[in-house]
């Protein structure tokens, strides 16, 4: 199983900064997977990157892949309280495996 | 409308008896997958079915088992739930991996081992 490492772990920041977050490997993916998941739930699919060097924006958030397809980046813009919660990358080209995941608390 | 459906949402058993968690779809995916989450943690894959193909994670206890009859339908059995198996599990299905690949989850059972 292909591994993703993710960085910060945890990131605790005041409502309205920026942030990203890193998903790695040593591994070349075909595509990557974002997801977010909130307390009591199950994690709920973000965004696929495919190409290597794609970005794809989903309002506030955007994802880039890394020309390798080794890693990915998610940068959040003007965090609002709404953004908390874990962040997991997936990815490979073996069944949905997960990164450790970085959880996010923005506050108020 | 809930496309995975995950029954019970709660789960409590007593030690070392047996439960059966299970799991629904609606969108026709061709894989499924059963995911275990302790708190604080990522999600840590347990098994995943590619149609009828089962594959078992090579750190997988062997207390736990699956079964899934048809394709709408995925079962995760605990043969003697121990106090570590206390967590949330977590059921998913996707398209196969490739462009356009899509995966949904449930919300979850949240297992209990008193």
């Known amino acids: 199983t292909q591994l993703l490492e993710q960085s910060p772990q945890f990131l605790s920041i005041q409502e309205g900064e920026n942030l990203t977050v890193y998903c790695n490997s040593s591994s070349v993916f075909s595509s990557l997977q974002w997801y977010r998941q909130e307390p009591g739930e199950g994690p709920v699919l973000l965004v696929t990157v495919v190409t290597g060097g794609?970005?794809?924006?989903?309002?506030?958030?955007?994802?880039?892949?890394?020309?390798?397809?080794?890693?990915?980046?998610?940068?959040?813009?003007?965090?609002?309280?709404?953004?908390?919660?874990?962040?997991?990358?997936?990815g490979g080209n073996t069944p949905l495996v997960f990164g450790k995941g970085t959880r996010l608390s923005v506050i108020a | 409308d809930a496309m995975v459906i995950q029954n019970p949402r709660y789960q409590v058993t007593q030690f070392g008896k047996p439960v059966t968690l299970s799991c629904s779809q609606t969108l026709n995916h061709n894989v499924m997958y059963w995911y275990?989450?302790?708190?604080?943690?990522?999600?840590?894959?347990?098994?995943?079915?590619?149609?009828?193909?089962?594959?078992?994670?090579?750190?997988?206890?062997?207390?736990?088992?699956?079964r899934r009859p048809n394709t709408s339908f995925c079962f995760l059995d605990i043969r003697s739930p121990g106090l570590g198996d206390a967590a949330m599990y977590l059921c998913a299905t996707s398209t196969p991996w490739g462009q356009g690949f899509k995966a949904f989850f449930g919300q979850g059972t949240r297992l209990t081992v008193v």
């Open chain 1, 54 to 90: 794609e970005v794809k924006k989903l309002k506030r958030l955007t994802f880039q892949f890394g020309d390798a397809r080794k890693d990915s980046s998610l940068h959040i813009t003007a965090a609002q309280p709404g953004d908390t919660g874990l962040y997991l990358c997936a």
């Open chain 2, 36 to 66: 275990q989450q302790k708190s604080s943690q990522a999600p840590k894959l347990l098994f995943h079915y590619y149609d009828k193909d089962f594959n078992n994670e090579a750190d997988t206890p062997d207390n736990f088992q699956s």
